[in-house]
């Protein structure tokens, strides 16, 4: 065997352990029931006490920063980054909307 195939033949088993054990790396997304209560409060309780514009544009930079990975883009425009949509962060964004809904009835929300 020549020099070069025992490279592609390496690389190819590399290739197959590495993409074999991908769900080690895999974000959890088990949630119990008080957990995704917990993470609907976690959204609503800032949007709540933001009384202004500035306030609630600050707690929605804020949610977004929390699940950021990577390069900040006001810092590295050109960086690599992400913004990780769990099923945590998706249950917080649904607590702010209630949140937001309830500031504009002028009455307590909470959606199914």
């Not at 033949?9 to 080690?24: D, E, P, Y």
């Not at 980054?81 to 945590?88: F, G, I, P, Q």
């Amino acid at each position: 065997m020549t020099f070069s195939k025992q490279i592609a033949s390496l690389l190819g088993l590399i290739g197959i352990l590495v993409t074999g054990n991908s769900g080690v790396w895999a974000i959890d997304v088990n949630l119990s029931s008080d957990e995704a209560h917990k993470a609907l409060e976690i959204g609503r309780i800032p949007m709540e006490k933001a009384n202004s514009p500035e306030d609630v544009k600050k707690v929605l930079q804020q949610a977004s920063l929390e699940t950021r990975v990577g390069a900040d883009p006001e810092k590295e425009p050109c960086g690599a980054s992400a913004v990780l949509r769990t099923k945590r962060y998706r249950l917080e964004a649904f607590g702010r909307q209630e949140a937001a809904e309830s500031k504009k009835r002028k009455t307590d929300v909470r959606m199914p």
